[in-house]
């Protein structure tokens, strides 16, 4: 980020830093957060090097955003969340790829196997990032500093990405450190010191500043994390409430939250952005049962099972609606949610208007029972279907298999 040119430095590089105990993981917990640099770009990088030091995007297509761009494509200003047609106009010369999503994930497992080596406290916060509890690993690795340098070395080895590690005595402190010095990063904050390393920092690095609460801090004169964590508590309670509190305790470097693994997934979602504005219905309801294959197969994946599905429209006019149903019994079969998605989509879609966007999204969910309906004899082996096309594109790729009813003529 270009602010970090203008903040003042210290040498955050060793644990043994510490000035409040000699033994960190006696009295402090040890915290990594780890975070893959431009993840999906880097993926794209690694499958085909020719693509290295050339501006690399990854996005939906025209009428998408940005999910990924590398630092080379940074330099022009491009980044996530950013409409691809401006980032083509800041970036003409650079490298547009739509992404290979089952890739990623791929990566994303093998990265949590590999950290799995080291702590069973691994909490995955999405594909490219996870917290590492290495407290009380000293006696089997040595120094988690080295632990951590180690697992940075074999993520560059074994995936062939860079990885950017974030070392401190709380989860908070270790997601800031890990951004500090992007990309191959490796920031240590030693146990005592959280609250030096972040003042100097510009308060919109602190973890829940957003874009609204960013412009009520400045008109406070607020501009580091620092000054926040002078701000009175009193001034912070009663302008923010009970968030006042937690930000405050953020600003001092502050975070009693464990690592947690396994953390519970509350929803599982995709959504397609069309190259042009779409009024055939054939094709948009292809659409639709493609993305509920691909968040069905995802819950399976999971272990899970939704009672809730939802679908998400988008109009030519970027009015957006949305729109649920809740199952009477939780199930991850695909043809029960095709049902609903089809059902759910015919009776809200207007007609008369063309849409840009089509999403199908699955909540309420919760671990798989393992056992079916009983009084619904077709569902299990529907099931079984679904198992065994999972098998299938696992191994020979997505689009082995395809039903029918997500092709379309056009």
């Not at 000699?22 to 090097?49: K, M, N, Q, T, Y």
């Not at 590492?132 to 000293?138: A, I, K």
């Not at 829940?208 to 309670?237: F, K, M, N, Y």
């Not at 991850?332 to 949610?337: G, I, L, N, S, T």
Request: with cysteine.
């Amino acid at each position: 980020m270009d602010e970090k040119k203008t903040e003042s430095r210290a040498p955050w590089s060793a644990w043994t830093q510490a000035s409040n105990s000699s033994r960190p993981g006696a009295s402090c917990r040890v915290i990594a957060h780890l975070d893959l640099d431009a993840f999906f770009a880097a993926v794209e990088e690694s499958r085909d090097p020719s693509l290295r030091g050339k501006p690399v995007i990854v996005g939906g297509g025209e009428r998408g955003v940005v999910a990924t761009a590398n630092y080379e494509a940074r330099r022009y200003g491009v980044h996530s969340a950013m409409p691809i047609r401006t980032a083509r106009t800041l970036c003409p010369h650079g490298v547009f790829l739509p992404g290979h999503h089952d890739l990623y994930r791929d990566y994303s497992r093998r990265l949590m196997s590999l950290l799995a080596t080291y702590s069973p406290l691994v909490e995955q916060v999405s594909l490219d990032e996870a917290y590492v509890d290495l407290t009380g690993t000293e006696r089997l690795f040595g120094p988690p500093e080295m632990t951590a340098r180690l697992i940075q070395k074999r993520v560059k080895e074994e995936l062939g990405l860079s990885i950017s590690v974030g070392l401190a005595s709380n989860k908070l402190v270790a997601k800031v450190a890990s951004d500090y010095e992007k990309p191959a990063g490796f920031t240590v904050v030693p146990c005592g010191r959280e609250a030096e390393f972040l003042a100097p920092l510009a308060v919109q690095r602190l973890p829940g500043v957003g874009p609204a609460l960013l412009r009520q801090l400045r008109s406070w004169g607020v501009a580091t994390i620092g000054d926040l964590a002078r701000v009175p508590l009193r001034t912070l309670e009663l302008s923010l409430g009970e968030w006042g509190e937690a930000l405050a305790c953020r600003a001092r470097g502050e975070d009693a939250n464990p690592v947690t693994p396994g953390q519970i997934v509350k929803s599982i979602s995709r959504e397609h952005t069309f190259e042009t504005d779409v009024f055939d219905p054939r094709l948009l309801e292809s659409t639709l049962i493609a993305l509920t294959e691909d968040v069905c197969r995802r819950l399976r994946q999971s272990a899970l099972e939704a009672r809730t599905v939802t679908i998400k429209i988008r109009y030519a006019n970027f009015a957006t609606h949305t729109c649920s149903h809740t199952l009477s019994h939780p199930t991850d079969v695909d043809e029960a949610f095709f049902r609903e998605v089809r059902a759910l989509f015919h009776r809200h879609w207007r007609k008369s208007s063309c849409l840009r966007l089509v999403g199908v999204g699955l909540s309420n969910l919760a671990p798989r029972a393992g056992q079916d309906d009983l009084f619904d004899q077709e569902l299990p082996l529907l099931r079984e279907l679904d198992l065994k096309v999972d098998a299938i594109r696992e191994k020979y790729g997505k689009n082995a298999v395809r039903r029918g009813a997500t092709l379309s003529d056009q």
